[in-house]
């Protein structure tokens, strides 16, 4: 029997709901966090962190990485092996990206490459959005691309959706954080049916804009009613950063999964113009931020050789 010396499972960040696709699509992007898992013949579970806020990782059993592990060996009925696990972070936390979602795709892959491979990656798929609560991140950082999720009669229904080559994922990433449940508490439980009629119109026109890249079906697809209208007061800058975006060519700009990140979808002529105006808004507020033309991620979370 061959022993496992190591497993390096490496996962995308993810942009989730692209303005009215609340809670249902998202897309993968090219940054990426790196999780070691080493088998231990006994002892405590040891958490090493690198990278940057390498020191906001809890390195005890709280960890997101290690529940999604011991989520995977309770699923098939087994004890977890003391393990150690190295995170390389690139993905930053709490900031709209899915760092949350790495994790959990990742502990549960890991764990699953330890264990020889029980799981299905349709089941590491429904485990992963059972332990976030929502598909929209967790499925494009397993599977790669652009995503959307129904439920269906036993379970869930998951499609890729074409994203025209010529349009870049712009990411402005502040340096404050935002917990997705704070961002998910002052969200309203009821919505009017012209609200719901509104992101479900957008929604479809979003879909086909993101196929054929037509500037005007961008232009008027990213729009929201279920959460951007709610959420916008806790990030402040929204509406100069916004402003900005469009005035520098940008079809349109959304907060990043539940935010403080904005993301504007630009044309390659104007995604330059695009980052240095979202970088000086936000600077004019005072606040600092990293912003960055990222592409798609068309692979989805992988095992490293
Ligand atoms: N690499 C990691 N290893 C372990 N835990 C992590 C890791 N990354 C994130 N987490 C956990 O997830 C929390 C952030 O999750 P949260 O859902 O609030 O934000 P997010 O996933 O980055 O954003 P969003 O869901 O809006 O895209 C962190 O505070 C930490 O507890
Ligand atoms: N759809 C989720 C994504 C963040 O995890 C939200 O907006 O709350």
């Not at 890991?110 to 491979?117: D, F, P, R, S, V």
């Not at 959307?148 to 869930?156: H, I, P, Q, R, V």
């Not at 990213?222 to 959420?231: K, S, T």
């Not at 330059?272 to 970088?279: D, R």
């Amino acid at each position: 029997m061959s022993v496992i010396s190591s497993i390096t499972v490496k996962v995308p960040a993810t942009t989730a709901n692209l303005g009215p696709g609340f809670d249902c699509i998202g897309a993968a992007l090219t940054l990426y966090n790196k999780f070691t898992f080493t088998p231990l013949d006994g002892g405590e579970l040891i958490i090493a962190v690198t990278g940057a806020e390498a020191e906001r990782v809890q390195t005890d059993t709280s960890n997101l990485l290690y529940q999604a592990f011991v989520k995977c060996y309770e699923y098939i009925g087994e004890t977890p092996p003391p393990v150690k696990m190295a995170i390389e972070l690139g993905v930053p936390l709490a900031r709209g990206l899915g760092s949350s979602a790495t994790a959990i795709v990742g502990g549960l892959m890991g764990a699953n490459q330890l264990a020889g491979a029980p799981l299905s990656e349709l089941e590491v798929m429904k485990l992963a959005i059972a332990m976030e609560g929502h598909p929209d991140n967790v499925v494009p950082a397993l599977l790669g691309g652009c995503r959307l999720a129904a439920t269906s009669a036993d379970g869930w229904e998951v499609c890729d959706i074409p994203w025209h080559g010529d349009i870049i994922p712009v990411v402005a990433i502040p340096d404050f954080e935002l917990s997705t449940s704070e961002a998910r508490q002052v969200l309203p439980t009821e919505f009017s049916r012209a609200d719901a009629i509104f992101n479900t119109a957008h929604l479809g026109l979003l879909l086909r804009g993101l196929e054929t890249g037509q500037g005007e079906w961008l232009r008027a697809a990213l729009q929201d009613r279920l959460h951007q209208p709610y959420r916008q007061a806790l990030i402040p800058g929204y509406d100069a950063v916004k402003g900005a975006a469009l005035a520098a060519g940008a079809y349109g700009m959304v907060i990043s999964g539940a935010g403080p990140t904005l993301l504007a979808l630009v044309d390659r002529l104007h995604s330059q113009a695009v980052e240095a105006a979202m970088l000086s808004a936000w600077q004019s507020v005072g606040i600092i931020a990293v912003v960055r033309s990222l592409s798609l991620d068309t692979q989805g979370a992988s095992y490293q050789g």
